[in-house]
C-alpha cells in the first residue's frame, strides 16, 4: 500500500509540531510521500513564513536592505533545526536566495523558498530523499499546471525513490522559472503525487479534524463530514470552504484516489474521508453550508424576452467583454438576474449597464449590492423530500428575505442569495434545521 501525506502550515509551524507529524509518518511504513508546507502561525498574533518571504523580496524589488528580515526568516529555520537536534544548516540555501533577491528572481521565487527550505529540513528529520518540487511541477507558460508532463515527470523521479519529500505549492515553466500555484497549493501538489505513484490514499493533514459542516467562526464546534464525495466537496470549496483548496480534486478524482482530511494534533480522530461515490448514508439530509458575502444582483427586464431568440447571450456577452464572469442567472418569462462579485463589478458597472442597454436593449436594469451567496450542499437532498421546504421554512422563521433561489436538476445543491447582514443568521438556521432538530 501506498499513501501520500500533506502537512499545512500549522503542521509544521515549530520543532515541536514537526516531532507530531514525525511521529504520525513513522507509525505507518505506507506513508512513503510528504509533501510539506511552509511553517504557518506559532500563535494568533505570529506571522506565516510565506508572508515574511513575500516582504522580504519587496524590500529587494525597491533596492532597499532585506537582509535583517531575510535574518529573521532564517531564525525561523534554525529555530526548528535546532529544537530537532539536526546536523543540518541552510546557511548556503539562505545564501543563494539573496543573491537570487538582489538579481530580482522574482515573487514567485520569494514564495516558493518558504516551502523547499521545510522541505529539505523534513527530508533530513525522516531520512527520506528530496526532491525539488521545480524539477517535477511542471507549468505552461500562460502560469497553469502542466498535468501531463507533471505526471511523467513525478513518475519517472518517484519510480527510483522508496520514500521522499516533495515541496508543495511551487514548481517550474520549461525554462526553469519558478511558478507557484494559488494560496493553498500545497494540496494540489499533494494530489499530484498521489496520481503519479498510483497511491492507494493520499492523506492531507491540517488542524481541524475533518471537513466541517459549516464555519466554525458562526457556528460554535459544527459537527464533522465522515464521508463526502468529490462534487459535494467541490461545490462548497468553491462557496468558500477552506478545508482543502478546490483544485486539489481533480488530479485524485481521474485516479479514483480518496482524500482523507486529518489533524496533526489529534490523529487518533478518522477525518474526513472524500471520494467518488458512496453508498454511506449521511448523517443528515444535507451534507455542509457554505457561503460568501459581496455580490451584486443586475436585473434586467424586458416584455416578451422569453421569445427573442439570444437575448441571454447578448447580455452575457456584455459582462465578458468587460472580462467579468458571473455566478449565478436565475430567469423568468420578462425577467433575468445575473449574480457577479461586487468588488469585480463595480468599477466597470456602467460600461456594462452601457454595454447590454446597446447590445440587448432592455426595457429597464437596476441593481442591488451587498448581497451574500449560501450553497446547501448534500447528496442527501436527492432522496428527501422537503427538503427546501424545510429549509425556506427555517429561514422564514428567522425573518430572513430570500433574495434569490438557484437548484439543478442533479438535486446536490440548492443556492440562496439574502442580504450581507442575514449571511450569518442565515446559516444558524439552516444549520439548526437540518444538524441539530436532525430533520
Known amino acids: 500500500m501506498k499513501k501520500v501525506v500533506k502537512f499545512g502550515g500549522?503542521?509544521?509551524?515549530?520543532?515541536?509540531?514537526?516531532?507530531?507529524?514525525?511521529?504520525?509518518?513513522?507509525?505507518?511504513?505506507?506513508?512513503?510521500?510528504?509533501?510539506?508546507?511552509?511553517?504557518?502561525?506559532?500563535?494568533?498574533?505570529?506571522?506565516?513564513?510565506?508572508?515574511?518571504?513575500?516582504?522580504?523580496?519587496?524590500?529587494?524589488?525597491r533596492g532597499?536592505?532585506?537582509?535583517?528580515?531575510?535574518?529573521?526568516?532564517?531564525?525561523?529555520?534554525?529555530?526548528?533545526?535546532?529544537?530537532?537536534?539536526?546536523?543540518?544548516?541552510?546557511?548556503?540555501?539562505?545564501?543563494?536566495?539573496?543573491?537570487?533577491?538582489?538579481?530580482?528572481?522574482?515573487?514567485?521565487?520569494?514564495?516558493?523558498?518558504?516551502?523547499?527550505?521545510?522541505?529539505?529540513?523534513?527530508a533530513k528529520y525522516l531520512g527520506y530523499e528530496f526532491v525539488d518540487a521545480a524539477n517535477v511541477i511542471r507549468f505552461h507558460s500562460d502560469g497553469t499546471c502542466d498535468t501531463e508532463k507533471t505526471n511523467q515527470l513525478l513518475a519517472q523521479y518517484l519510480e527510483q525513490a522508496e520514500y521522499a519529500v516533495i515541496p508543495g505549492f511551487y514548481g517550474a515553466a520549461a525554462n526553469g522559472k519558478v511558478v507557484t500555484f494559488s494560496r493553498g497549493g500545497s494540496d494540489i501538489t499533494g494530489s499530484l503525487v498521489a496520481k503519479a505513484v498510483n497511491a492507494d490514499l493520499y492523506e492531507n493533514w491540517t488542524d481541524v479534524s475533518g471537513c466541517?459542516?459549516?464555519?466554525?467562526?458562526?457556528?460554535?464546534?459544527?459537527?464533522?463530514?465522515?464521508?463526502?464525495?468529490?462534487?459535494?466537496?467541490?461545490?462548497?470549496?468553491?462557496?468558500?470552504?477552506?478545508?482543502?483548496?478546490?483544485?486539489?480534486?481533480?488530479?485524485?478524482?481521474?485516479a479514483g484516489i480518496p482524500i482523507n482530511i486529518r489533524n496533526t494534533n489529534r490523529?487518533?480522530?478518522?477525518?474526513?474521508?472524500?471520494?467518488?461515490?458512496?453508498?454511506?448514508?449521511?448523517?443528515?439530509?444535507?451534507?455542509?453550508?457554505?457561503?460568501?458575502?459581496?455580490?451584486?444582483?443586475?436585473?434586467?427586464?424586458?416584455?416578451?424576452?422569453?421569445?427573442?431568440?439570444?437575448?441571454?447571450?447578448?447580455?452575457?456577452?456584455?459582462?465578458?467583454?468587460?472580462?467579468?464572469?458571473?455566478?449565478?442567472?436565475?430567469?423568468?418569462?420578462?425577467?433575468?438576474?445575473?449574480?457577479?462579485h461586487q468588488d469585480e463589478f463595480q468599477e466597470k458597472e456602467q460600461k456594462v449597464i452601457a454595454d447590454i442597454n446597446r447590445l440587448a436593449k432592455p426595457d429597464t436594469i437596476h441593481m442591488e449590492s451587498d448581497l451574500a451567496l449560501i450553497a446547501v450542499v448534500g447528496r442527501g437532498m436527492?432522496?428527501?423530500?422537503?427538503?427546501?421546504?424545510?429549509?425556506?421554512?427555517?429561514?422564514?422563521?428567522?425573518?430572513?428575505?430570500?433574495?434569490?433561489?438557484?437548484?439543478?436538476?442533479s438535486e446536490l445543491n440548492i443556492i440562496i442569495g439574502v442580504r450581507n447582514e442575514d449571511f450569518e443568521d442565515a446559516i444558524q438556521a439552516i444549520y439548526n434545521i437540518f444538524v441539530v432538530a436532525r430533520l
Open 267 to 340: 490523529p487518533e480522530d478518522e477525518g474526513t474521508m472524500i471520494v467518488e461515490s458512496t453508498c454511506r448514508i449521511p448523517a443528515y439530509t444535507i451534507t455542509g453550508i457554505a457561503g460568501k458575502k459581496g455580490f451584486v444582483a443586475v436585473n434586467i427586464e424586458k416584455d416578451m424576452m422569453n421569445s427573442e431568440i439570444g437575448f441571454g447571450r447578448r447580455v452575457l456577452s456584455a459582462f465578458e467583454d468587460n472580462g467579468i464572469s458571473f455566478e449565478h442567472m436565475p430567469s423568468g418569462i420578462d425577467t433575468m438576474t445575473i449574480f457577479v
Open 212 to 254: 466541517l459542516v459549516t464555519d466554525p467562526r458562526i457556528i460554535k464546534n459544527p459537527e464533522v463530514i465522515h464521508t463526502i464525495t468529490y462534487m459535494e466537496l467541490r461545490e462548497l470549496a468553491y462557496m468558500g470552504a477552506s478545508v482543502l483548496h478546490e483544485d486539489a480534486i481533480f488530479p485524485v478524482r481521474k
Open 382 to 409: 436527492r432522496s428527501t423530500r422537503g427538503t427546501a421546504g424545510r429549509l425556506f421554512s427555517a429561514l422564514a422563521h428567522a425573518h430572513i428575505n430570500v433574495k434569490m433561489i438557484d437548484q439543478g436538476s
Open 64 to 122: 532597499q536592505a532585506f537582509s535583517k528580515q531575510l535574518n529573521q526568516i532564517k531564525e525561523r529555520y534554525n529555530e526548528i533545526i535546532h529544537g530537532l537536534h539536526l546536523k543540518f544548516s541552510l546557511d548556503d540555501d539562505f545564501d543563494t536566495i539573496k543573491k537570487k533577491f538582489l538579481d530580482k528572481a522574482g515573487s514567485m521565487y520569494a514564495a516558493s523558498r518558504g516551502e523547499y527550505l521545510n522541505g529539505k529540513i523534513m
Open 10 to 61: 500549522s503542521s509544521l509551524a515549530s520543532a515541536e509540531q514537526f516531532i507530531k507529524v514525525g511521529n504520525i509518518i513513522r507509525t505507518d511504513k505506507d506513508r512513503r510521500y510528504v509533501v510539506p508546507s511552509a511553517p504557518g502561525k506559532r500563535f494568533s498574533d505570529d506571522t506565516k513564513v510565506t508572508d515574511l518571504l513575500y516582504s522580504c523580496y519587496e524590500l529587494a524589488e
